[in-house]
């Protein structure tokens, strides 16, 4: 008798048990990670979107704002002027700027020394309305004297404009801009170059 009674506590405790026991439910999926990739590739996605190279380049504006070297750049070499022909286009140039009052005019002699032009004019003009008026008239007037420039002969910015006519090229500078090139110092009487040039014919 004692074993028929021991079955049914058995059962009964482990039917206690079961229910006792934490039945598995919908809401247990979420403690996964399954749910959790799409995030990570969005972030993965972002990162890649942000190309370092490409912020540390410089922009047009930085670009600009850099001034370029006023020195004519050639791919053919130039066909020599007739020394009187020179002495004519450089003798219109000079009145041309003159009339628009164009200050301290210089013309120096390259010849030899400057592999690019026998005849430097430098001049001054302070704002660059007239420096375009100067070049516009520079043009006519060499036109008149039977030089006819080409299209890209003539390169303008705001600070200074190179007009390359051969064996005569001409810069128009604002001030500040002409006291930093300093041209009359790089080919003028007292350049280095022909200092050194001087001393080597004298020896």
């Known amino acids: 008798m004692p074993k028929a009674k021991a079955a049914p506590k058995a059962a009964a405790a482990k039917a206690a048990s079961a229910k006792s026991a934490p039945k598995p439910t919908a809401k247990a999926a979420p403690k996964t990670d399954a749910a959790k990739p799409a995030p990570k590739r969005a972030a993965a996605k972002t990162t890649a979107a942000k190309p370092a190279p490409k912020a540390q380049r410089p922009t047009k504006a930085a670009a600009a704002a850099t001034p370029a070297a006023p020195r004519p750049a050639r791919g053919r070499r130039r ?3 007739a020394p009187d ?3 004519l286009l ?3 140039a000079q009145k041309s700027l003159e009339d628009d009052k164009a200050e301290n005019i210089v013309v120096l002699d390259v010849t030899g020394r400057a592999d690019y032009t026998d005849r430097l004019i430098i001049a001054t003009g302070q704002v660059e ?5 100067m070049a516009t008239h520079l043009d006519e007037a060499l036109g008149k004297a039977g030089l006819h420039l080409k299209r890209d002969a003539i390169q303008a910015s705001p600070d200074w404009v190179l007009i390359d006519a051969g064996d005569l090229v001409i810069h128009l500078f604002r ?4 006291e930093l090139y300093r041209l009359e110092r790089m080919w003028g009487p007292e350049s280095p170059l022909k200092t050194e040039n001087s001393d080597a014919a004298r020896d």
């Open 79 to 81: 066909e020599k002027l």
């Open 85 to 87: 022909r020179l002495q």
């Open 90 to 92: 450089v003798e219109a």
């Open 129 to 133: 309305r007239q420096l375009q008026a």
């Open 175 to 178: 001030p500040d801009a002409r």
